[in-house]
């Protein structure tokens, strides 16, 4: 079965400074990677997804992320911080019959 | 604003009850998509339909039920609540392809369901 992990509940960097969300995923075939942020008391939104071509996927809001095969990561990430970033971010891989979230980073962005 | 729209925002009811939520889709979306979050299971997919007809399900406990109108709203049927199913149900839409794994999917604001 597919999975997504996020193995950190909370991240936490000074505005400026670059981010990274960490994402590991586990599928039997090609992965389908989303990367989704929920702001408090909101649904949530979309960023970026990898379905194919290159490892590198730009997405909303100045974000990116990088798909690695051989590590099986896809981490988001953001060369500098805004204190308007701190939310939850979601990572989630999809097949034709699911769509699997991670449990959540919540990132909070220091002034 | 995602396009998605949800109803009610928040409900509060009591065990045993039947509750419906409602979902209206993104204006020329065919897939609806419905997601439970709570504190302790996380995001779960629940169930999604594609032009009025179910397309694959997560998730979703026996007591739970949807359909998707002719007009593509969808509505989520909980019925026998217990305290577990407090949670935050969110609905989501994306376009045209039915089984487009591809597809961003695009989410409403969510109704946030206490029972007591």
């Known amino acids: 079965a597919q999975s997504v992990a996020q193995p950190e509940d909370q991240v936490n960097v000074a505005e400026g400074n670059p981010l990274t969300v960490k994402c590991t995923y586990s599928?039997?075939?090609?992965?389908?990677l989303f990367w989704y942020v929920q702001y408090p008391n909101r649904g949530l939104q979309f960023l970026l997804k990898?379905?194919?071509?290159?490892?590198l996927v730009k997405g909303s809001y100045g974000f990116e992320a990088e798909f690695n095969k051989s590590q099986t990561s896809f981490h988001l990430k953001k060369p500098s911080a805004l204190v308007s970033d701190s939310a939850l971010y979601f990572c989630a891989v999809r097949d034709v019959n699911d769509m699997r979230f991670g449990a959540g980073t919540r990132l909070t962005v220091k002034p | 604003d995602s396009g998605v729209t949800q109803t009610p925002k928040h409900l509060i009811t009591a065990t045993g009850q039947r509750v419906t939520l409602r979902c209206s889709p993104r204006s020329g979306d065919l897939s609806v998509y419905w997601y439970q979050q709570s504190l302790d299971q996380g995001l779960q997919f629940l169930i999604q339909?594609?032009?009025?007809?179910?397309?694959a399900k997560g998730n979703i406990l026996e007591r739970f039920s949807a359909q998707q109108f002719p007009d593509l709203h969808s509505e989520l049927n909980l019925s026998s609540l217990e305290l577990g199913d407090s949670a935050l149900y969110f609905c989501?839409?994306?376009?045209?392809?039915?089984?487009?794994?591809?597809?961003?999917?695009?989410f409403g604001p969510g109704t946030r369901l206490l029972v007591l």
């Open positions: 339909y594609y032009n009025g007809e179910e397309r």
């Open positions: 599928v039997s075939g090609n992965p389908y």
């Open positions: 989501a839409s994306s376009p045209r392809l039915a089984g487009g794994y591809q597809e961003t999917q695009y």
């Open positions: 990898y379905i194919t071509g290159d490892n």
